[in-house]
């Protein structure tokens, strides 16, 4: 893959003297999609895209030019609408799954088109989003991709119930440990092809 994309963000990242987990932390990505990009390996979507133009202060339209084909490997994303429990949820993710994409969105509309336009293997979402709600939306998740995992976060252990009801792979209890995830993915619905936890 031409690096020309990356290079262009890693020279914009540094100008702007943002290190590569500040502008994860502003993207709502991990540091390794950072990292990922900037070596070539990967190209956000739109909407992350969208994300990074505006950490970095400049117009998305900068990035139009140096864009390639962009790789099949699965993505994992993180839907909370708190935006500290977010980046706690996605610092976790990191440090289980080094090498993985990770994604995360406070806005469940963001998220569905996200899903509707990229190939996501796992959904880490929570269940009381404002006005939204975690089971329909896994319903709408799972509309847009049948074979999607996803696996519920809340603080609530009452919800277990209704959640398994609905498809889900799993349900964790807020906040995250690396080992309770590791239980969760070693029992996900649908194998992801391409995508190690080990």
């Given at each position: 893959m031409d690096n020309s994309f990356g290079a262009l963000i890693k020279k914009l990242r540094t100008e702007?003297?943002?290190?590569?987990q500040d502008l994860a932390d502003k993207a709502f990505v991990s540091r390794c999609s950072v990292a990922n990009w900037e070596s070539g390996r990967r190209v956000p979507d739109l909407v992350i895209m969208s994300r990074i133009a505006k950490a970095l202060n400049v117009d998305v339209s900068v990035f139009t030019n140096s864009l390639d084909a962009s790789d099949t490997q699965a993505d994992i994303i993180v839907l909370d609408d708190e935006r500290i429990l977010l980046q706690g949820?996605?610092?976790?993710?990191?440090?289980?799954?080094p090498g993985v994409n990770i994604t995360g969105f406070t806005k469940p509309s963001e998220a569905l088109a996200y899903v509707e336009s990229n190939d996501v293997g796992i959904i880490f979402l929570d269940i009381e989003l404002g006005n939204e709600n975690g089971l329909?939306?896994?319903k709408q998740f799972l509309r847009l991709n049948p074979l999607v995992n996803i696996i519920f976060l809340t603080s609530h252990s009452d919800y277990a119930l209704d959640a398994w009801k609905?498809?889900?792979?799993?349900?964790?209890?807020?906040?995250?440990?690396?080992?309770?995830?590791?239980?969760?993915?070693?029992?996900?619905?649908?194998?992801?092809?391409g995508m190690s936890f080990i």
């Open positions: 702007s003297q943002l290190s590569q949820a996605i610092s976790v993710l990191e440090e289980t799954l329909d939306l896994c609905t498809g889900a792979s799993g349900y964790l209890l807020k906040p995250l440990h690396a080992e309770d995830i590791k239980k969760q993915l070693s029992s996900l619905r649908h194998p992801i092809q």
